[in-house]
């Protein structure tokens, strides 16, 4: 494998960091509702920041598959909108810095730039690592969110509730290698997955946003702003509730899918994951098939990806 240290570049040195924690939120192939997105925008927006370091993304990004946008105007070509992968320096709301790390999944040489990251949590002394990830399920916007929290030690999970049994397989992404091989290396990670619905995975969704953040604060202290993701948020939610309000079909097939939640819940609050009453449900497939085609019409307002 060709040096990790040459995929990235060094900003200047950033001084005591005093074992951070890394926040890593990577959108890419899996990222519903832009939810990993939309925090690390949250948290360079509203927080102040410095570079620490910056990957080479012509070496990382497929821009085939992946294409950056540029404006032309009337006769010439005025701007590109390059891709940005960096590693941040992030102060808190009470001054305490963290690392951030975000932009484009890379799409190439994931191992060197697993190993890129790692050499550069050994330099700074990382302390715990906390990757953010959003998927689709079968979930009403009406019910509060769930979240799968995961780590390299079980003794990071301790208190949560671990609705999973036995092993599945599912498509990789980087954020998760991330985690594998910092576990391999003897290094702590962990990482939260936001449930979103899966008939808004395609559009922005900050509540999952939030959701994502707060766990972040549950596990290492620090404070994050949110309060510009609960006013986009609750736009979303009227939009939606308006949208859906104006089909009886549709709003049917939320009902079903809250009976769905709730007998789920139920049946996890009894020790058991099987609903005594969900063979009488259609699947999440079947009941979310209509939301899927009606809310994917949807007019562009403040529940898009702009937010």
Not at 40 to 64: G, I, K
Not at 98 to 120: I, N
Not at 128 to 152: D, E, K, N, Q, W
């Amino acid at each position: 494998m060709l040096d990790p240290e040459e995929l990235y570049q060094l900003g200047e040195e950033p001084g005591d960091l005093a074992r951070p924690i890394l926040v890593h939120a990577l959108p890419g192939f899996v990222d519903a509702g832009s939810a990993g997105r939309l925090a690390a925008e949250q948290l360079l927006a509203s927080l102040d920041h410095e570079v620490v370091a910056r990957f080479d993304v012509d070496q990382l990004v497929d821009y085939r598959s992946r294409r950056p946008t540029m404006v032309f105007a009337e006769d010439h070509y005025a701007d590109y909108a390059a891709p940005e992968l960096a590693l941040y320096r992030v102060y808190d709301e009470l001054g305490t810095s963290f690392l951030l790390l975000t932009g484009p999944e890379p799409d190439l040489q994931w191992e060197r730039f697993v190993g890129a990251v790692t050499r550069l949590v050994e330099r700074f002394d990382v302390r715990l690592s906390v990757g953010l990830l959003a998927i689709p399920m079968a979930v009403p916007h009406t019910r509060p969110l769930g979240v799968t929290a995961h780590a390299t030690d079980a003794s990071l999970l301790t208190g949560r509730p671990n609705p999973w049994r036995g092993e599945m397989q599912v498509p990789a992404n980087v954020g998760a290698l991330l985690e594998l091989r910092l576990g391999e290396a003897g290094h702590q990670a962990m990482g939260f997955a936001a449930h979103v619905p899966h008939y808004l995975s395609q559009t922005g969704f900050p509540a999952a946003a939030i959701t994502l953040l707060e766990e972040v604060t549950k596990v290492t202290g620090l404070v994050l702003p949110t309060a510009e993701l609960v006013e986009a948020a609750e736009e979303v939610r009227l939009a939606v509730d308006s949208q859906v309000g104006g089909s009886e079909e549709v709003l049917g097939v939320v009902h079903a899918l809250e009976r769905q939640y709730d007998a789920y819940a139920g049946a996890e609050a009894r020790g058991s994951l099987l609903a005594t009453d969900a063979a009488e449900l259609p699947s999440g497939d079947e009941i979310g098939a209509e939301l899927e085609r009606y809310l994917a019409e949807m007019d562009e307002g403040p529940q898009s990806d702009e937010r």
